[in-house]
């Protein structure tokens, strides 16, 4: 059963900007978990991009997404976001949604609870 969905990827032109939403379903709760966006782009391995605890009190951000993203989350809407501005074709890749167990400043642990099927996201130059 589907229990993470992704919306907002689209096409977008380098400079644009784009949000993304992830929503917990099937009564999942986001609540009370680390989440966090991944993306894989065509022959490459998913990294990751950002990751928020469930307080939002601690934020992780790649160099690439640094200064350019935000991400953030509504737990009364159950929903996680990601703010993506200044986009470069470089940012064009699949991005999924997940709950990664472990979140720091510096890192977050790909090794997910939950993987949404991901939206993609296509930059053109």
């Known amino acids: 059963q589907v229990q993470l969905v992704e919306s907002g990827g689209g096409l977008a032109q380098a400079g644009e900007s784009l949000t993304l939403s992830c929503t917990g379903t099937s009564g999942l709760d986001i609540t009370h978990y680390n989440m966090g966006w991944f993306r894989q782009a065509p022959g490459k391995e998913r990294e990751a991009v950002s990751c928020i605890s469930p307080r939002a009190d601690i934020t992780y951000y790649s160099t690439s997404a640094e200064g350019r993203f935000t991400i953030s989350r509504d737990n009364a809407k159950n929903t996680l976001y990601l703010q993506m501005n200044s986009l470069k074709p470089e940012d064009t890749a699949m991005y999924y949604c997940?709950?990664?167990?472990?979140?720091?400043?510096?890192?977050?642990?790909?090794?997910?609870?939950?993987w949404g099927q991901g939206t993609q996201v296509t930059v053109s130059s």
């Open positions: 997940s709950a990664p167990p472990a979140v720091g400043s510096s890192h977050c642990n790909p090794a997910a609870y939950y």
